[in-house]
């Protein structure tokens, strides 16, 4: 069953009276709040001065019980997220006009600045525009999550979508064991790179790719969304949640080696490497890896710089500037396998430097 048709027409104040029941974090959507101040100032302008805006789209899930409907709404968004979180922030007064707009029906009316409150109880007619505005969105009703999914990306296709965000609304296994490795702590509170456009999503299927092939492979966009469609196609998912566990056991070990947000995690570039490395490393040796990373970094920014003041130097370490190299294009297989070599070189060297236990 699938269909989308058009919700009678209802008010912004009704849709914002019924918040409570529209899921806005279905596991296909985009990470919220990725519009700028301006972006939502300038939908509630298009809406104040009356002019279209674009269809959202919303699961209606009040025909009858279907398993899609895991938390047990009334709605949960497709397409419009950013909008309805604008229009919601505008109400709620966490939003005010910005300081440019003009209303056109009445140009002499000085709003800029002025939040729903504001215009509520100074400009009450201006305030039941916005009130009153008529949504226009459109009613899907299905229980085939793979419709929704393919809806979700065919509506946004034109739209500037980050390859993990595509493959989140992907069919099949592995998006939904991506969105549980994404998920973890180390994720949430240890890397200091940055998630909102599914950065996170993304590192949680390299990892995935690499446990579940049991060896370091290219993790490019277009590997890692044939890898995510040959898992919908093929039957292994057994072998498939195997790899996910594994990953998710790597992580749990990895929040105990790293800071919150640290500086080690920076970048998502080096982060599967770096997973790699702990991955492959005897948990005796856990309490070392930290302090052997911060050092390896130092030595690597001293190298960079006798490179730059005499690129001919004796001093300079080779190894340091070949990882340097494969630093640059982090998605290559020899990439990966060249700096994951040298730091299991180093660090091999620091194990057997290190003084012996009494």
Known sequence: ????????????????????????????????RLWSTTDKAFLVDSVLNEYDVPKIYIADFTYGNTKLNKKGLSYAIIDGKQRLEALFDFFDGNLVLDEQFVFQQNPTLKLAGLGHADLAKNHPDVADIFDNY????????TDDESKINELFVRLNRSKPLTGAEIRNAMSGPAPQIIRHIAARELFTSNVKFPVSRAQDKNAAAKLLLFEFHGDLRETKKRNLDEFVKEMSKKKQNAQLEVAGRRVVDVLDEMTEIFLPKDALLASAGVFPVYYWFVRNTDEKHYHRIRKFLVEFEEARRENRHLIAKDPNSASIDRKLAQYDKFNRSTDDTQSHRVRYDLLKERFGEVLKAAPSPP
């Open 134 to 141: 008529a949504l226009s969105v459109m009613r899907v009703v």
């Open 1 to 32: 069953m699938f269909k989308v048709s058009q919700f009678e027409p209802k008010t912004l104040r009704w849709w914002i009276s019924q918040r409570a029941k529209i899921d806005m974090e279905p596991p296909y959507q985009r990470h919220g």
